[in-house]
């Protein structure tokens, strides 16, 4: 299994800051995920982050709202724009490879807006 | 939206008893994953099952499918306290475009009582 790492562990921002979400993987994968998950509540993905192509929304996500980069095989960034307290929430980077297609998860961002 | 509906939503037994919880989906997939995830931690691997797999075992778990029914089911024999988490199905929808991701089901909250 891969080891992830993400960067910050937990923020408190200000309404209509932006913050950004890095995450690191100790070995090349093909797929990196990302997931919102609200307090006592189940993950929801908000895009899937392809190394040399534009990120895949789910709907009710965008771009604008949410840009994401993938410079490598390694590294993702998400970055949550223009926050609002709805935007609270944990982050999640995952990653999977497309041999075993397992899923791995980094530990989290935890995100505050006031 | 969630592809896949867990129950029951929550869950109280005694240690040493089994505990079983569904997951039901909506969509062909390839796959379906297992996980747990402690509270205020990030997300274990559990197992993950192909759509031409019926059973998989690891440990004290017990996984199967249907996908005649769009149904999966986690089995814990001899629970312990240290298994008190929620659980998670995550399927892998199948498409057409040849990529993949996982969506989440709703979850299960697993107390063992000592």
């Known amino acids: 299994s891969a080891v992830i790492s993400q960067k910050p562990s937990r923020d408190i921002c200000q309404r209509g800051t932006s913050l950004t979400i890095q995450c690191q993987v100790d070995?090349?994968?093909?797929?990196m995920f990302w997931y919102r998950q609200q307090p006592g509540q189940s993950l929801t993905l908000i895009a899937t982050?392809?190394?040399?192509?534009?990120?895949?929304?789910e709907s009710g996500f965008v771009i604008d709202k949410f840009p994401i980069s993938r410079p490598n095989l390694t590294f993702s960034t998400l970055t949550v724009s223009n926050m609002s307290p709805e935007d609270s929430s944990i982050y999640l980077c995952s990653v999977s490879g497309r041999m075993t297609y397992e899923q791995y998860f980094g530990p989290g961002t935890r995100l505050t807006v006031t | 939206s969630q592809q896949g509906e867990e129950d029951p939503q929550a869950l109280s037994i005694q240690e040493g008893e089994n505990a079983t919880m569904n997951c039901s989906y909506k969509t062909s997939i390839n796959n379906l994953q297992w996980y747990r995830q402690n509270s205020g931690r990030g997300l274990v691997h559990l197992i993950l099952i192909r759509s031409n797999e019926r059973e998989k075992h690891s440990g004290r778990l017990r996984v199967t499918l249907d996908t005649s029914k769009k149904s999966s089911s986690l089995l814990i024999t001899a629970s312990r306290a240290a298994d008190t988490a929620s659980y998670f199905c995550?399927?892998?929808?199948?498409?057409?475009?040849?990529?993949?991701?996982?969506?989440f089901g709703t979850g299960t909250r697993l107390k063992v009582l000592a």
């Open positions: 982050a392809n190394q040399g192509s534009e990120a895949t929304y």
């Open positions: 995550a399927t892998d929808p199948r498409t057409t475009s040849g990529t993949y991701k996982y969506i």
């Open positions: 070995s090349q994968v093909t797929m």
